[in-house]
């Protein structure tokens, strides 16, 4: 049961007096905590090697799925119809296990009962313009063109009493995957708001073929003029296969999970006057 209690601060905009929704500002700037549940495989070996099973860095190593992180975001409205996004955040994951089976990573096999040390880093960076082709007073929908820039980084080494047979394998790399989506939003009232955007890729770029699909959906409240709070549910998954000093690596990568978040807005909006 959610109750939800509103606190007014002498600001208020009648409907009629609208010419975008009430979370159309000229600049937002965003920042808040983030819950992903992560599910992780990886295949690595040398080109033309047969490189073994899948490792699934949740079970076979023992990454927690469950991670808290910190995100950001930044929006500029260039227009009423059309606005840019800058987006950052990143997963860090770190565990000492002992194997249940024997594991082969970049050629190197680490066998069942030995303790190793593994983490699998990632971080992302997202760009996005979009353009409404339809706006209203308490609604809008576009679309939208951008990239996902990924950066990623997984390694196993040799625990303990293993040290004397010393093995350390790492692989990374990072992929700009460009991507094509939808977005909209409707607000309810005049303080409460939902958006969501939609995005996808398919794409072969030199030695990387990489798909994504991402979603964002927000639940928005406005606290006071400039501040606002937001729940917000995203998911993204991608698969990508790169080679590398002739290391090939195939990377199936995804998270869901809750974020909750603050917004500050600022900048004068000229569409208010009719743009």
Known sequence: MVFLVSISFGYSQSKDSLVAPWWVEKFKLSAGLFVPVNNTNIQVGANGSAQGRDIDFEKDLGLGATSLTFLANAQWRISRRSRINLGYFNISRTATHTLQRD???????????????????????????????????????????????????????????????????????????????????????????????????????????????????????????????????????????????????DFKWGYNGPSLGVSFSFGKKSWSNGY
Not at 124 to 137: D, V, W
């Open 103 to 249: 594991i082969t990573f970049d050629s190197t096999t680490y066998h069942v009962n030995a303790s190793v040390n593994t983490y699998f880093n990632t971080a992302i960076y997202q760009f996005s313009y979009g353009y409404a082709f339809i706006e209203k007073p308490t609604y809008e929908v576009g679309i939208l063109i951008g990239a996902h820039t990924v950066g990623a980084k997984a390694g196993i080494s040799l625990n303990g009493a293993n040290i004397g047979a010393s093995t350390d394998n790492n692989f990374g790399f990072t992929a700009p995957l460009p991507d094509f989506g939808v977005w909209g939003g409707y607000a309810f009232t005049n303080r409460f708001a939902v958006n969501l955007d939609f995005d996808y890729l398919s794409l072969t770029v030199d030695n990387v073929d990489g798909s994504l699909v991402a979603y964002n959906l927000i639940f928005s409240y406005k606290l006071i003029r400039q501040l606002d709070l937001s729940l917000s549910y995203s998911g993204l998954n991608f698969n990508v296969s790169t080679t590398k000093k002739n290391v090939t690596g």
